[in-house]
């Protein structure tokens, strides 16, 4: 089943560090930012990830739980969230669910070669379980200042309603 803006998730439940589970339900209420990248400790995964850290505290403040889910496994994602001292915790989704279920999984070419990878996305959740807005094939420049803004917004209009 495909994501489709302004409707609910499907149903999911994954693992994420430091013992949380994630589901399509467990955050409602809350505004939720799925940031999927495509590896540990490379140069723009880690760029993008230490921007979110810096701009945690305002994420919270505007009512949102971040997350970022890549391939990797937890031991990678544990050392990676430690190495950067990452305040979020990070989806292990070795078997590509999550990342099948969002439509991040593309083919790309690697010194010559198709490989299969993520391209960098984040998904809006709102409070009500419904994804907001999605940004595909991002460049990480300016993408987590353009994320909170949105969250601002959504909480603006959920206080004016």
């Not at 589970?21 to 140069?43: A, E, M, W």
């Not at 979110?52 to 937890?74: C, L, P, Q």
């Not at 959740?125 to 601002?152: N, S, Y």
Request: glycine residues 8%.
């Amino acid at each position: 089943m495909a994501i489709v803006v302004n409707k609910p998730l499907p149903e999911f439940e994954t693992n994420a560090t430091g013992g949380i589970k994630v589901s399509n339900s467990s955050h409602l209420g809350q505004i939720l930012v799925l940031y999927f990248y495509p590896k540990d400790n490379t140069p723009g995964c880690t760029t993008e990830a230490m921007q979110f850290r810096d701009r945690y505290k305002d994420f919270v403040k505007a009512g949102a739980a971040v997350f970022g889910v890549s391939r990797d496994n937890m031991k990678s994602h544990d050392d990676f969230k430690e190495k950067l001292e990452l305040p979020f915790e990070l989806i292990a989704d070795t078997e590509e669910k999550m990342c099948h279920m969002f439509g991040v999984v593309k083919n790309k070419i690697m010194y010559g070669k198709k490989v299969k990878g993520i391209e960098r996305s984040t998904f809006l959740i709102g409070p009500d379980g419904l994804l907001v807005q999605e940004w595909r094939g991002l460049k990480v420049p300016g993408h987590v200042d353009e994320v909170l803004k949105t969250v601002k917004s959504i909480k603006t209009l959920k206080k004016a309603a």
